[in-house]
């Protein structure tokens, strides 16, 4: 990311860093519902049942419904559903797209019926090939979680239409409450069923949390008249399927990677899937709040500067994005270097959740950190290459990065005796090599990045983060010392000092080097507050 004489005028950075810091704010807020409900549901379920082989079983089960769902429809909403849709809304062809949204939502019930009765059959057959490392036991619980939980696919297609539908008239309320409201049925299910049904609760739980997610988004539709209707030669259908092809490889690698990552795990010793699993949800903590936000925001900006023309306008629009991801994400990388430990007692370790969980969770945190700065890096490279209509690249270098997964992955676990720590630090290298490769790929596609301040912002926040950990490390001692930490509460205390110096310390650190992006944010964040505010009022 090496920087050259080449100036960016300052003026139009931050124009450019504001449009997408304004729209990622609001992107943001929404992931940040799900992100905190996803948090009371990791704490409840860990309480409940720890790090069991009844965790190891549903790790390998949950997976089943998202992959199915991702494939058959999940990539096809901003893909194909969204512009088609958007055409009609955008000419009032309001009868249209009812029979459009009619046909869609009645093949989606009939496509996701056969494809949970295939599921029911097949079921021991997915829990050999997901959970092949699984003992007779726990592969029976495995089929029997599987076909209570692929029931919810019909409720996940039903949403996934629905949303699409309301995108495409600019609807995004009831879609932000969705997946907090998911994650509620996945509560209230281990809460309450749980003392009678044990693990069946787990696959209830998703069952319930489908259905309130479509629940909250169907009022969304009240003004359509929509009806069972079924036209395969609608010629919409015809254009959304074309659209939806690329995207389709892409996904099949994804899920290959999946599947191939939850059988290795299910031989790689008991609990170490659920560890993995609470440990990968700690780093998605900011992805999702940070880089998932932010290439959202980009996408619909990068995706109007196409044309050779609009090349240094999209190298600006791109780096601006990139360079509020590395401004952000750095320090969380490090926080969740220092404080990755304390957060994981205040938030698991409670009821069966036990301190040698903590131990193994806190360890496989640190080894799958090296990868985390790579994936929020390489999701706006992806953006990038969806805005310019090309999703064959990200297959290809998807592949790439699944076969560095098998090289080191096997050898480092069962060659080696790593365990499932070995496939943990493959999936680093994974994300490491699909981001290198697809940055080399972007700059050969739209010309060099250099010059747009990427070096100086990478420095800046990487001092201003080491600053940050200092403090962080400092507080925590000097807390130790001075306060009682012992139970939750003082866990809890410890977490919010630690972060509140790590906060402190990067952000005037951010002042003290005159970072610009830092500004931009301060100003956003100030002019949504006044807007809230006067809303309010």
């Known amino acids: 990311m090496a920087d050259s004489p080449i100036p960016t005028p300052p003026s139009g950075r931050r124009a450019v860093a504001r449009g997408v810091a304004a729209s990622a704010i609001v992107v943001a807020m929404g992931q940040l519902l799900s992100r905190v409900m996803g948090l009371v549901r990791e704490t409840v379920l860990s309480g409940v049942f720890g790090s069991s082989p009844q965790m190891d079983s549903f790790a390998v089960v949950s997976a089943v419904p998202d992959m199915v769902y991702q494939l058959l429809l999940g990539g096809m909403v901003s893909a194909a559903l969204v512009p088609v849709l958007s055409e009609y809304t955008g000419r009032g062809d309001r009868e249209e797209l009812e029979r459009l949204a009619s046909i869609l939502l009645t093949g989606s019930a009939i496509l996701f019926l056969g494809i949970i009765l295939i599921l029911e059959v097949a079921a021991p057959v997915v829990a050999v090939v997901l959970g092949g490392g699984f003992d007779a036991e726990l592969l029976q619980l495995t089929t029997r979680l599987i076909r209570l939980i692929v029931p919810s696919l019909v409720f996940f297609g039903a949403w996934g239409v629905t949303v699409a539908v309301l995108y495409a008239r600019q609807q995004f309320a009831f879609p932000a409450m969705a997946a907090a409201v998911y994650n509620l049925g996945v509560i209230l299910a281990a809460l309450f069923l749980a003392p009678r049904l044990e693990a069946a609760a787990l696959s209830l739980g998703v069952v319930l949390g489908a259905l309130l997610q479509l629940v909250i988004v169907l009022p969304g539709l009240r003004d359509l008249r929509l009806r069972f209707h079924l036209d395969l030669r609608h010629p919409a259908l015809r254009r959304i399927v074309v659209l939806y092809m690329p995207v389709v490889a892409s996904l099949v690698v994804s899920n290959l990677g999946t599947i191939i990552d939850r059988n290795l795990a299910s031989r790689a010793g008991q609990q170490a899937l659920s560890w993995m699993r609470y440990a990968t949800f700690l780093v998605q903590l900011p992805l999702g709040l940070v880089s998932v936000a932010i290439a959202t925001a980009a996408l619909p900006a990068l995706a109007r500067l196409t044309s050779e023309d609009d090349k240094p306008h999209f190298r600006r629009a791109f780096a601006g994005a990139l360079r509020l991801v590395i401004l952000l994400v750095a320090p969380a990388s490090v926080g969740l270097l220092v404080l990755g430990e304390t957060g994981i007692r205040a938030v698991l370790e409670h009821g069966v959740f036990t301190a040698a969980d903590t131990a193994a969770v806190t360890r496989t945190l640190l080894f799958y950190l090296p990868g985390l700065p790579f994936a929020a890096i390489d999701q706006p ?157």
């Open 381 to 537: 490279i992806v953006f990038a290459f969806y805005a310019r209509k090309d999703t064959v690249t990200p297959v290809l270098v998807g592949v790439a990065g699944v076969c560095a997964y098998l090289l080191v992955g096997p050898l480092l676990a069962f060659g080696l005796g790593m365990g499932y720590i070995g496939l943990v630090i493959a999936n680093s290298v994974q994300l490491t090599t699909h981001c290198i490769i697809m940055w080399i790929m972007l700059q050969r596609r739209v010309g060099s990045m250099a010059g747009h301040g990427l070096r100086s912002t990478t420095v800046r926040a990487g001092l201003a983060s080491f600053a940050a950990g200092l403090a962080m490390v400092a507080a925590l001692g000097v807390s130790q010392r001075l306060m009682a930490t012992e139970g939750t509460m003082g866990e809890i205390a410890l977490l919010l000092i630690g972060g509140g110096a790590g906060a402190v310390t990067y952000v005037g650190g951010l002042a003290l080097l005159r970072v610009e992006e830092m500004d931009v944010l301060a100003q956003t964040v100030r002019r949504r507050l006044r807007q809230l505010a006067g809303s309010a009022e």
